[in-house]
């Protein structure tokens, strides 16, 4: 199986910050990276796919890049309906796997 | 608009059986597959497995290999994904995920379910 980490596990940014969160494949994956955002108590939202493709209806301020084993998550300008727990995700191969969250916090 | 509704909260005895639907609207139920994935408490998530919609062809993650069965209903665009014989490590949240695409590669879980908290407890 695809081990995919991240980092940091936790992060407290304010408002207006700029936050990157790294992940890392455990073998090449290409382009085949997703990012998901998780609000408390409810289901995962996709964000970006193909590592630097912006879902639809996604603000411009978060973009995605990286190919093989390291992507990274930017966030430019943080608004406070941004903090939540992001997950990486693989689809190079099966099983399907998910980085272990890192949870944004306000500072 | 794109949906998933799935069923309610559940509460199991260990050794018990589990069901979960997943009720598709919005778009051509048989253009997708649909994902399961889990996450328990605090925890992070995990991906059980998929099924494709147009063919039936399943893939479980070796996890869950013998004790999962995924299926659909096409006549009601209804997914269901059964888990057997439970412990108290199967506490989770349930999630279906509409599906992009079931390959070997590419594809993620678009569109998600609320949820289905299933608690395992005697």
């Known amino acids: 199986d695809i081990q995919m980490t991240q980092s940091p596990s936790s992060l407290s940014a304010s408002v207006g910050d700029r936050v990157t969160i790294t992940c890392r494949a455990n073998?090449?994956?290409?382009?085949?990276l997703y990012w998901f955002q998780q609000k408390p108590g409810k289901a995962p939202q996709l964000l970006i796919y193909?590592?630097?493709d912006l879902k639809p209806g996604v603000p411009p301020r978060f973009s995605g890049r990286g190919s093989g084993t390291d992507f990274t998550l930017i966030i430019s300008s943080l608004q406070p309906e941004d903090y939540a727990t992001y997950y990486c995700?693989?689809?190079?191969?099966?099983?399907?796997?998910f980085g272990q969250g890192t949870k944004l916090e306000i500072k | 608009q794109v949906d998933l509704v799935q069923s309610g909260s559940e509460v199991k005895k260990p050794g018990a059986s589990l069901k979960v639907s997943c009720k598709a609207s919005?778009?051509?139920?048989?253009?997708?597959?649909i994902s399961w994935v889990r996450q328990a408490p605090g925890q992070g998530l995990q991906w059980m497995g998929w099924?494709?919609?147009?063919?039936?062809?399943?893939n479980y993650a070796q996890k869950f290999q013998g004790r999962v069965t995924m299926t659909t209903d096409t006549s009601t665009n209804t997914a269901y994904m059964d888990l057997r014989s439970l412990t108290s490590d199967d506490t989770a949240v349930y999630y279906c995920?509409?599906?992009?695409?079931?390959?070997?590669?590419?594809?993620?879980?678009?569109?998600w379910g609320q949820g289905t908290m299933v608690t395992v407890s005697s």
């Open positions: 919005g778009y051509t139920f048989k253009g997708y597959g």
């Open positions: 995920a509409r599906t992009t695409d079931t390959g070997i590669q590419g594809g993620t879980f678009d569109v």
């Open positions: 995700q693989q689809s190079y191969s099966l099983p399907r796997t």
């Open positions: 193909a590592a630097s």
């Open positions: 099924i494709n919609v147009y063919n039936g062809n399943t």
């Open positions: 073998q090449s994956i290409g382009s085949y």
